[in-house]
Nanobody
Framework: VQLVESGGGSVQAGGSLRLSCAAYGYTASDYCMAWFRQSAGKEREKVAAIDNRGRTEYSDSVKGRFTISQDNAKSSHTLYLQMNSLKHEDTAMYYC????????????????WGQGTQVTVSS
């Protein structure tokens, strides 16, 4: 299984970015895909998740500003994170992760990870 993120970059506060994560090689019907982020000196934090039934969840810090979605085309599976009204505190490395079943809170329960994409928000 391979997860490949893209879409990070630098933006001013109040701006928007959309992250993408292409998933290759996972064929089971049950899954949860999530976006985590980690900034310097902090633990990896789950910001949003979506499961195979389309159920979504968000951390309080991003609720109302970020939207997670997925595209289940036949040949691939792509995860998105639309980030609006970005704040300086959203600055972090963002990671895409996949769990074989539930949308766990802990990063340790996710088996597959992407390489990360940097998001920098200037105030």
């Amino acid at each position: 299984v391979q997860l490949v993120e893209s879409g990070g970059g630098s933006v001013q506060a109040g701006g928007s970015l959309r992250l993408s994560c292409a998933a290759y090689g996972y064929t089971a019907s049950d899954y949860c895909m999530a976006w985590f982020r980690q900034s310097a000196g902090k633990e990896r934090e789950k910001v949003a998740a979506i499961d195979n039934r389309g159920r979504t969840e968000y951390s309080d810090s991003v609720k109302g500003r970020f939207t997670i979605s997925q595209d289940n085309a036949k040949s691939s599976h792509t995860l998105y994170l639309q980030m609006n009204s970005l704040k300086h505190e959203d600055t972090a490395m963002y990671y895409c992760a996949l769990s074989r079943n539930h949308c766990y809170s802990s990063a340790s329960m996710y088996v597959y990870w992407g390489q990360g994409t940097q998001v920098t928000v200037s105030s």
